[in-house]
């Protein structure tokens, strides 16, 4: 059994490799790590690094027989996990170490509510009755900050935000009290107040239970406040490890100086005081119905939109920020006319809502979008060379086969991409390469305006960097005008000009970029300022309040 001078978890020597098409491609290269009560190690990398990989076979949930250990233990209070048997390890999973994954959404089931999905975990494990087991589910999601759980408990995962989809899950994961609990970039999709709150609850959560907490992130900031270990992780190998306050004063290996170094920065380019404005509207709404009964009667709206007034001068960048649900990329669709709407919008001095859809296609040349997604946004059937032409073939069709091709040619060079690869598939690109890609598409036909909606949240750090760089390049090269939709406040700082904070459908305030993060008015905006500063700026080990 474990004693207090023995590592609760200990990773001795682990690799993983993995077979397709007959040959074993080694992901994990003999990674060692040690885990004691009470504490919270970081696995630190960039995608691809192995941190998820490694994590994941410690419960040994990797995709067997196609993955295989070619070498190493996993050592769980002086039981080899690597080699125990499935009795073993159901005795394990969920009881003693528990997982929860980055994307709630496809992590709970859809088909079942919160009470079903936390009450199978307490019968299963501890064959709880129904009655015991909700009023031990409403204590878990009372504990994890679910506010009236009663209300919840019939709630299906559609019917929950980001957050308190998480939160549930961290709900089951604490079911079984386990003395490990493994978090795989539980933070990654969520608002940065809510990533706050999280980060918070994790730390009260590990204290209150004396957890040890195993935790995966390619965001350097919630590490530096929450781990009091670090491994640095690259090419599936530990690179750096050691105390957090050390690793982050006096970084040794490139690698980590590198991640350290990667934080988004700069400021927009400065817009001529002479700029006309690109776009407008006024008091725009989006109002989706609310119907019910068996007639579906209109019986309210969602006010997605309610009534928001905006301009946007050639060259410029407005930032528009908010929580999940504020209404802020149903905005950018409607002002690119891709969903209905009511209000007026004018670009370039013509008012786009008395388009007709053949002249509106016409315009759609002018007005271009970057999606969030890198993976879903590109077809896996179409190469990248037929990706980024396919909006010529529709804007330019009397183009010729050659000029189509150096057409894309050029824009993929502009972007960083090498042109000898155009004739290759999505997958075979790296994630900040497909947003390269993607920005590249709506770049080849030389646009005026580009919605960019949340399209660095799926990437890591130092990708981040360099694809706010490319913007504001591209930006200074062609003189575009940008509406920048995002939750990461950093990236915002460094891309807009002005800012506009959006809640529940409504602009609460907006302002120059430096007058919004510096001297906001507003208690919300105040509120998101201020969590974003704890995430920056909170002490190792501690969360700020």
Not at 91 to 97: F, Q
Not at 522 to 541: N, V
């Amino acid at each position: 059994m474990n004693n207090n001078k023995t590592p609760l978890l200990q990773v001795e020597d682990l690799s993983v490799a993995f077979r397709q098409d007959g040959t074993e491609k080694l992901a994990v290269n003999k990674v060692s790590f040690s885990l004691n009560r009470g504490e919270t190690l970081a696995l630190v990398g960039e995608s691809g690094s192995g941190k998820s990989v490694s994590a994941l076979s410690v419960l040994k949930l990797l995709p067997y027989p196609s993955a295989s250990h070619p070498s190493g233990k996993v050592l769980f209070d002086g039981i080899d996990l690597l080699n125990a048997n499935d009795k073993l390890l159901r005795s394990v999973r969920g009881n003693r170490i528990s997982m929860i994954f980055q994307e709630p959404m496809s992590s709970l089931n859809p088909l079942h509510t919160v009470e079903q999905q936390i009450g199978e975990v307490l019968s299963i494990h501890h064959g709880m009755g129904e009655k015991q087991a909700r009023a031990r589910v409403l204590e878990l999601l009372e504990d994890v900050g679910i506010r009236e759980p009663e209300k919840r408990l019939k709630s299906y995962p559609h019917q929950l935000s980001g957050g308190q989809r998480q939160r549930v899950m961290i709900a089951m994961a604490l079911a079984n009290e386990p003395e490990i609990l493994i978090a795989d970039e539980p933070t990654t999709a969520l608002d940065v107040t809510v990533q706050a709150q999280i980060i918070e609850l994790l730390r009260a959560l590990q204290k209150s239970h004396n957890m040890a907490l195993l935790f995966i992130t390619h965001d350097l900031g919630i590490v530096e406040k929450l781990a009091d270990r670090v491994c640095v992780m690259t090419d599936g190998e530990i690179v750096e490890t050691g105390p957090t306050a050390e690793i982050f004063a006096n970084p040794q290996h490139r690698y980590t100086k590198h991640l350290l170094s990667s934080e988004p920065s700069g400021k927009a380019h400065p817009v001529a005081q002479d700029a006309p404005i690109l776009l407008e509207t006024e008091d725009l709404k989006v109002w989706f119905p609310i119907k019910r009964g068996f007639l579906r009667r209109t019986v309210g709206h969602i006010k997605a939109v309610d009534g928001i007034s905006l301009s946007i001068r050639a060259g410029e960048t407005l930032g528009i920020v908010g929580e999940s649900g504020s209404g802020k990329t149903t905005l950018g669709l409607a002002l690119l006319r891709m969903i209905s709407s009511d209000g007026p919008i004018v670009f370039q001095g013509k008012g786009l809502d008395q388009l007709d859809n053949k002249a509106m296609r016409d315009k759609r040349r002018d007005m271009q979008i970057v999606f969030q997604d890198p993976f879903g946004s590109l077809s896996p059937r179409m190469s990248i060379a037929q990706i980024v032409a396919e909006g010529l073939a529709i804007h330019a069709p009397d183009l010729s086969v050659e000029e189509r091709d150096a057409k894309v040619v050029q824009a993929l060079k502009e972007v960083g991409i090498d042109p000898e690869t155009r004739h290759r598939y999505p997958h075979e690109f790296s994630g900040g390469q497909r947003q390269r890609i993607s920005i590249a598409r709506a770049m080849v036909l030389e646009p005026s305006f580009v919605m960019l909606d949340e399209p660095t949240s799926a990437l890591d750090m130092s990708v981040q960097s360099q694809v706010v760089d490319l913007l504001r390049d591209l930006q200074a090269r062609h003189g575009l005008t940008y509406l920048f939709i995002s939750h990461d406040l950093k990236v915002v700082r460094a891309l807009s000009n002005r800012v506009m904070v959006m809640r529940q459908g409504k602009i609460i305030e907006q302002g120059d970029v430096e007058q919004i993060f510096d001297a906001p008015e507003t208690d919300y905006t105040k509120a998101l300022m201020a969590a974003a500063l704890r995430m920056e700026t909170a002490p190792t080990g501690v969360v700020a309040d």
